[in-house]
Each structure stands twice: as C-alpha cells, then as structure tokens.
C-alpha cells in the first residue's frame, strides 16, 4: 500500500505543478492584468502627463510670440533704455593787468582765449540697442561774448549739443550731430568724460581748427588695432551774424588719423578744408537752409557786393600726447594753413590730474603770422585743489604778448560736478 500511495501523491504534486505553470503563463499574457500591474499604472501615467505638458508649452510658446509682436510695434526705441545724466558748473574770473582798456587788448584776450563768467551743462545720454547711444546737452551760460562788448547775462538753459553715434561693427561707426557739432566731435566718443581743462580755451580745446564755431556735422570712423580714421562733414558758423561780405556759413570736410604708439604715446594728423556759402545780407532762411550759389559780383543796391575769388582754405595739425604716469600728462599741437607755411600756431602743456587733493598744469603756446617772428605768445600756469569728489578750484597766472599788448591775469577757475 505504501508504494500505491507514494505514486499517487507524485502524481498530483506534478499535475499541480503543471496546473500553476500554465495558470502563470496564461496570466501573463493577459492584456486585462497589466492594466493592474502598478508599474504599468505609473508608465501610464508618465506617458499622459507628458503630453499634457508639451500642449501647455505651445500654447505659452503661442502667447508669448502675440505679447513680442504686440510691444514691438507699441514702443520706441527709447522705452527700455536707461537715461544717465551728468551735470557742471563752471565758474572763472580774473583780474587784469593792461595799460589801457581798448579794442587792441580785447582783442588780445580773445585770441588768448581768456572766457570769464559762469557756465552751467547738463548731459543726458541715453542707450540704444545695446551699442548705440543718443547724446543731448543743454546749456546756460553768462561768459562774455567774442568781442567782449556784451555779456549774455540771465540765459535760459536751452538746447545746444544733439549727438548719436551708431556702432554699426566692432570697427565700423556712424556719427550725427545735428546741433552744436564741432569738428573734434565727430571722432570722439561722446560719453566718455571731458579732457582735462586749464584756466584758457588754449590750454584745454587743443588746435582751433578742431574748435570752429558749432553747427552740424555727420561722418564716419573706422578702427583697425591701433589705428583710428575718421572722415566727416560740417557745416558752421550757421548762428553768427553775417559779416560785411554776406558770408554766413563754412562748408568744412575734416579728416583724422589717429596712431596709438608704444608707452602710452598718441600721434594725430589732423586736416580741415573750408569753403565759405554766401548768403544775402537781408535774408535769413533758417540754420538748416544752405543756398549753394556761385562766388559773383552784384551790381545792386539792394544786394551788398561780393568778390571772394580763390575764398576756400585748409588747416593741418599735428598733436602728440604722452601717459608719463597714472596721473602726469603731456601734450603739444602744431597747426599751420596749408596756403602759408608761415602762419602757425602752436602749445605745448603739462598737468597733473590726480584725484588727489593737490594738482597743476603748466601751458606755453604761441603763434606765428606773416613773418618769421613770434607775433604771440602765451604762458600760463596753475595749481588745483580738489575739495571733495566734485568739486576743483584752479587759481593761476596767465601772461600773454601780442604784438605790442602785454597783459597780465590772475584767473581762478571753479568746476563743479553734479
């Protein structure tokens, strides 16, 4: 009975084995009991959220194209720039030493650039698109005038510079300064700060050619490692009064080289040619209204008479600047009229514009007209005195022969930073 029993319980332990078998792989296979399976329920899951997510992220993508196409045809190109604004007051006067108060001395003052009076600026510049940036300056100011007969006393502050540069490439610039343009504006990079000044126009604006009376000017410059040229069209003179002649306006083209030589050295090649507009003595078409007419005789009586045959000139300057240290500088600047080798004018200066509280500067300058002797020549030293972060006071001397004038003046001269 033993053996019976034995085969017997074999038998069924094997047909349970095989019942479980098939059972499992029956169960398996069965698409309903995957759906139970919990990491079946999680991939699913996974699988329906993403795609719920990716429709989410279209319609944002959609939404925000509509917002950008909606601002941009909103706005201008001034609606997320920053504005920075920088301002001074500048205060000069002086005592003179003169043997008579006349039109000869005036005249020598002038020519040796001695301005006394306040003069207050604000700059506000702006940025455009990244590169570009717009420049506009207002002025008030009660310095003497050129003939030093009038004083333009209580002046509003009103518009004088407008300035945008474009930087089209990292070598390649625009420039249009439609109000108060001067030639070293075109070149220059407007907000960078101002150079360092002296007690006269002499000593601080470098070669008159580059300091014409204002107007407007366009040019472009171009920039290779240390080279910079600049090339660029002015038109002055357009708020001066007409002189004898009729002639109101300067057509000026003006070119500049500049080298960037070794131990902190600058060598620049400056050239201006002028050719003087006409325009009647009676009429006055506006500053932005050029006429272009011919250099001719008028027989009128109404019409003032004008002959300027040959009337057009040019100016060429030479100026090398000098880093001695962080803080010394020295500079000099010829220029000569390329019709007359013996008309030239001249300066060499030294300064000291630390931000410590002692400074100085030492200015010679000179010039030549018509025959080899020195008809004019001028020094001027000064100290400066730094009270505080804004504030400078430069007292000095200035001692100037011209012809047969001798002045002497005691300047001080204040500067101000807002």
């Not at 084995?17 to 792989?25: I, K, P, R, Y």
């Not at 009076?117 to 570009?132: H, L, P, S, Y």
């Not at 009376?213 to 090339?231: D, Q």
């Not at 060598?267 to 011919?294: E, K, M, N, T, Y």
Request: charged share 25%; aromatic share 8%; net charge neutral.
């Amino acid at each position: 009975m033993e053996p019976t029993v034995a085969v017997f319980d074999g038998l069924k332990g094997f047909a349970k084995s095989t019942q479980d078998f098939v059972s499992g792989l029956i169960h398996h296979h069965d698409p309903s009991s995957s759906r139970n399976n919990p990491i079946e329920i999680l991939k699913r899951l996974q699988r329906e959220a993403f795609s719920d997510l990716m429709r989410l992220r279209d319609r944002q993508d959609k939404i925000e194209r509509l917002l950008s196409i909606y601002k941009t045809s909103n706005k201008g190109p001034f609606e997320e720039a920053g504005t920075r604004v920088r301002g001074e007051v500048d205060v000069s006067g002086a005592v003179l030493k003169m043997d008579t108060v006349d039109q000869q001395n005036f005249d020598a003052l002038r020519r040796a650039g001695i301005r006394t009076g306040v003069n207050a600026r604000f700059t506000f510049e702006t940025q455009i698109r990244g590169k570009d940036y717009f420049v506009a300056e207002l002025m008030a100011s009660q310095k003497a005038a050129e003939d030093f007969t009038d004083f333009s006393g209580n002046l509003p502050l009103s518009l004088s510079k407008v300035f945008y540069k474009a930087n089209i490439t990292d070598w390649f610039s625009a420039a249009a300064i439609p109000i108060g343009a001067h030639c070293r504006d075109i070149g220059n990079d407007s907000s960078s700060s101002r150079q360092g000044k002296g007690l006269t126009d002499n000593s601080s604006l470098g070669p008159p050619l580059v300091s014409q009376p204002p107007g407007s000017a366009f040019g472009v410059t171009a920039r290779k490692a240390n080279f910079m040229a600049t090339l660029g069209h002015l038109v002055s003179g357009l708020e001066m009064p007409l002189d004898p002649h009729g002639i109101r306006h300067i057509f000026s083209t003006f070119g500049q080289v500049v080298c960037d030589l070794p131990r902190e050295m600058k060598l620049s090649i400056v050239g201006v040619h002028q050719i003087p507009i006409i325009s009647d003595q009676r009429l006055s078409l506006g500053p932005f209204a050029i006429p272009l007419s011919p250099l001719k005789r008028r027989q009128d009586s109404d019409v003032s008479v004008i002959s300027t045959p040959g009337a057009s000139s040019g100016s060429i300057a030479v100026m090398l600047e000098s880093q001695l240290d962080e803080d010394t500088r020295i500079g000099g600047w010829v220029e000569m009229k390329s019709s007359d080798n013996k008309n030239m004018k001249w300066a060499i200066a030294v300064s000291d514009d630390s931000e410590d509280e002692f400074g100085w500067g030492l200015c010679l300058s000179g010039a030549t007209e018509g025959s080899n002797r020195l008809n004019r020549f001028q020094v001027e030293s000064y100290l400066k005195f730094n009270v505080g972060k804004r504030f400078t006071v430069k007292p000095g001397l200035v001692h100037v022969m011209d012809g047969s004038s001798r002045i002497t003046a005691l300047l001080v001269r204040s500067n101000w930073s807002l």
